[in-house]
């Protein structure tokens, strides 16, 4: 059975940071790109940043210079270190997984982490 579980989420001031992990099972991680994507109230979901199983990398421009994704085949978990964080990057944050980076649409989900930015 597939599993992506994320934790790391939580309330921070604006300008300060948050790491996102997607713990994984059920399929061969080191075969699979990961993607964050995320979803502020009112708004479409939009891919954050993508890693390739080859460790090729896509960073939405707007967050390009503050968030990095990072992978750690050993341990089967993705990461995302968010940095400078802005209001605007209030939302529920979701990890996926699929052969390759989708910006559409992932095969697999998890069932997200919220990321609330406010002072």
């Known amino acids: 059975q597939v599993q992506l579980v994320e934790s790391g989420g939580g309330l921070v001031q604006p300008g300060g940071s948050l790491r996102l992990s997607c713990a994984t099972s059920?399929?061969?991680?080191?075969?699979?790109?990961i993607g964050w994507f995320r979803q502020a109230p009112g708004k479409k979901r939009e891919e954050v940043s993508c890693?390739?199983?080859?460790?090729?990398?896509y960073d939405a421009d707007s967050v390009k210079g503050r968030f990095t994704i990072s992978r750690d085949n050993a341990k089967n978990t993705a990461y995302l270190q968010m940095n400078i964080l802005k209001p605007e990057d209030t939302a529920v944050y979701y990890c996926?997984?699929?052969?390759?980076?989708?910006?559409?649409?992932?095969?697999?989900w998890g069932k997200g982490t919220l990321v609330t930015v406010s002072s």
């Open positions: 059920g399929f061969t991680f080191e075969t699979y790109a």
């Open positions: 996926a997984a699929d052969r390759k980076c989708r910006p559409l649409g992932m095969e697999y």
């Open positions: 890693i390739t199983s080859d460790g090729s990398l």
